[in-house]
């Protein structure tokens, strides 16, 4: 069970950089720290978090991209070469043996101080596609698997530069992070199903939601077509 993982990490945005196309703010591009942080119930001490709607907070205190991805994205967009690295698509860890797969939701972790819980797949959003000028971008990572995932934190506390990430409790070893992101992509996901992931401790209360509101759905029209039978 204690399974452990080198990252790269802590990764942080000091500053807000433009978006091309807007030139709204965007913190997607992450730099290492050379110095240990500060990890709060709310992210890293100093990193930058442009838009709070979707970034940052309880159930997203931390975002981890696999970097094994970017060979993938490379091949797929080669106009890409040398404008893709770690803390391209606003990660905070980068991992070369780690991906969706591995992890499961309700997974803990320590790293370095602090103790971190897998919350949730990353829904990648248009920003990616602004950021990098390639439209499709964040369709592609969704259609792909290739997510990356959230953490939230259970205990504050410092991390530093080569902290590994330690395994320590293992809940829902039939859910990873993986099964999860089709499970949501799955419009004919079954009724059980719903119900069991919109119950699911750990799983970020955005995601229960989600498939708790599918999950009414699907039984009101059961009964409305009961009404006929």
């Not at 971190?116 to 499709?136: A, K, T």
């Not at 395994?167 to 004919?188: G, K, N, Q, T």
């Not at 995601?207 to 699907?218: A, L, S, V």
Request: charged share 25%; proline share 7%; hydrophobic share 35%.
């Amino acid at each position: 069970m204690h399974a452990t993982w080198a990252v790269s990490g802590p990764l942080l945005c000091r500053q807000f950089s433009p978006l091309p196309d807007s030139g709204k703010a965007s913190a997607m591009d992450k730099q290492p720290s050379e110095t240990p942080l500060w990890l709060s119930r709310d992210g890293l001490r100093g990193d930058r978090i442009a838009d709070r709607r979707f970034h940052g907070g309880p159930d997203r205190s931390l975002c981890h991209y696999p970097t094994q991805h970017y060979a993938h994205w490379l091949r797929r967009f080669p106009q890409l070469r040398g404008r893709l690295g770690i803390g391209a698509f606003g990660e905070n860890l980068g991992s070369q043996s780690l991906d969706e797969e591995q992890l499961c939701i309700g997974d803990r972790l320590r790293w370095g101080d602090a103790l971190i819980e897998v919350s949730q797949p990353r829904s990648p959003c248009i920003r990616l596609d602004n950021r990098h000028g390639i439209r499709g971008l964040a369709r592609e990572l969704s259609a792909s698997g290739r997510t990356g995932w959230l953490y939230r934190t259970m205990e504050e506390g410092t991390v530093r530069p080569g902290d590994a990430l330690l395994l320590l409790e293992r809940p829902h070893p039939e859910i990873s992070v993986a099964h999860l992101w089709r499970c949501f992509l799955d419009p004919a996901l079954a009724a059980d199903e719903l119900l069991q992931l919109a119950a699911l401790p750990g799983l970020a209360f955005e995601y229960r939601q989600r498939f708790r509101q599918r999950y009414d759905i699907h039984s009101n029209r059961r009964n409305q077509g009961n009404l006929f039978d």
